[in-house]
């Protein structure tokens, strides 16, 4: 299986497809080719929270602002898992996760064929068919590819928690305003119907976006597992005024006794 | 077969993929991720006109404003297609169309573990895969699942028609803006190259887009087999400022003697 | 192998699937069908630089404005590969690219029952994966299938170079802005760092977007192999204040001795 994931909208990743399919009969899977052109911080974000649901894969992954120049190609071998792409730390994050940070990266060959707009199609896309069928154990044997003693990686911050505050940031909105934060969900479990201050703003947290009306603020816990900003049917982004790395303080009442 | 439609855009279809692909290795086919937000009356229309195209499969489909609360996640048996999701409607017209209206509907079970905003990965993904490979005529044997005795539906609306004049509604506007009546196409049949009014307005009846010029205004039977208003390679919806649920009177003038 | 590639967006492409999987388990690839709506032209330039990177395949492709009009549906040989569609000339530029010029036009039967429509649903489709199954050298003994003495063409133009001098036009823009222009990528070659006189403009010539900082423009040869005009992580056709079939002229000063 090679899934496929790119900044790219359309018609380029078509291109990717076809030269994989030149080469192997390998199952392809769309990850998303909507990551917000040239943001490798937000696709490096997703990627992580999404690749490892997906069974031992190839991960071709290109968001690429610096294709052409001196930033190398790489693949990384992740356990079962090979992430193939750009070394510019989008794949990183996801590698850590789908591998318990145990992973080895490698620097993949860039012909002089190769065109300097698109590795995606000439360089990434070859090496993702040819590491798919060759097992992600032997990256190693694929010409000129050689172990690589770094490579560039994307953190996210760390939050501060104590009982009743958090301090964190946010990560991404999603297409629909959902605001990801960087605060773990655990943060506010048990407290559903309580009420959390959220920067200069009381809202209520819960369970469901549909707990509240249309049109409605709330914070609850979001299926990657972080205390979200949201708005029932609505943008929570708009309501709460915040975007990307934004900071955001949370604080709580404490419980009823 | 599994079959996803949803209102996700991205990246969460690819979540539920992952999670279908780590149980099954079922063919995967997008109907559409691209379903206007919780809008489940417009998803339910082109899910009864698109699904009973498909051979037999499993048609998985996540339009769902109440995730999280109580409404009921639900399989419905329709012949030899099975379709899962929330129990808020979507689902049946499609349902009812692909077996005549004979099908049956089972709830399933919402394990403790589930998030409370994302059920299409963390419950009809998995549902479906299970479906998919116990057969959809033993949905019964899933642990936890019971018979439902009724379920929610979605009505359309039913047009008044006399040789004449049809009295209906708009149903949906595509992307295009093409404009889809709940009126049958057999009421424009052999009347091509007629005049219709419709509302207010005086305009062709046309076999084809392509009849009148650019920019032009007609109606015509669709390939869904309902009256259309449409503008030749323009937006029908806004020639006409009509939207979803407005009312639609065409008039044909008695055709020539 | 079936391609697909359309101007439908959704879900109007689901409706292709379905019938092609009703007839053939055929693996289906989509292209695109976010080609701007109606817009044969960039739709025969994208097809003809991205199909021929695939396997032998039979490519369904439906940007066809005049639906139900007297235009042909048809079938086109190409080597191994098969191209199906409306005779509108979307289908040529990819054909000839597919195999050097040596193609074959099939007229398909439209049977009564199709819409006038979808004759993507009901024509090229069912054709689609019954030439699939028969095999692209066997078009002719699909039911109602003549051979077609000519049949529609797109022309792109033609630059005129002299050393220093390119006249040539635009050809599309991508959704980024990347503007194409039909001369050469040749005609840049070895011309990196030199100042290219762009219409009124002075920019660099540039191997790769980031070679100039984050903004500025740039021209560039694009992974077609065509003179590109862009500007790193913006927008080429704004910069340069130009749109599709708009003359470009670009000078370049003579290399330093």
């Not at 899977?29 to 943001?39: C, L, Y």
């Not at 044997?141 to 009743?164: K, S």
Request: glycine share 8%; with cysteine; charged share 20%.
């Amino acid at each position: 299986m090679i899934t496929l994931s790119s900044d790219f909208g359309w018609p380029y990743p078509a291109a990717m497809k076809a030269v994989i399919l030149q080469r192997t009969d390998a199952r392809l899977v769309d990850v998303t080719h909507s990551f917000p052109r040239h943001d490798t911080r937000t696709a490096a974000f997703w990627l992580r929270e999404i690749l490892p649901w997906f069974p031992p894969a190839v991960h071709l992954v290109v968001v690429d602002p610096g294709v052409g120049t001196d930033r190398k190609a790489i693949a990384i071998r992740a356990g079962e898992h090979a992430l193939v792409g750009p070394d510019n730390g989008v794949l990183t994050p996801a590698a850590d996760a789908l591998n318990d940070g145990q992973i080895t990266a490698y620097e993949l060959e860039v012909r002089d064929t190769a065109s300097h707009t698109f590795h995606g199609r000439d360089v990434f896309a070859p090496a993702a068919a040819a590491i798919h069928d060759l097992g992600v154990d032997r990256i190693e044997d694929l010409e000129g590819t050689v172990r690589l003693p770094e490579h560039e990686t994307i953190d996210f911050p760390e939050p501060t928690l104590t009982e009743a505050r958090a301090s964190g940031r946010v990560l991404v909105v999603d297409q629909f305003g959902n605001t990801v934060t960087n605060i773990p969900g655990h943060f506010l479990r048990d407290r559903a119907a309580a009420t959390a201050r959220v920067n200069d703003a009381s809202v209520p947290v819960c369970r469901s976006y549909a707990t509240v009306g249309p049109g409605q603020p709330l914070v609850t816990v979001g299926s990657h597992g972080y205390v979200e900003l949201a708005v029932n049917q609505g943008r929570g982004d708009e309501w709460f005024d915040v975007q990307p790395d934004d900071r955001i303080r949370i604080d709580l009442a404490p419980p009823a006794p």
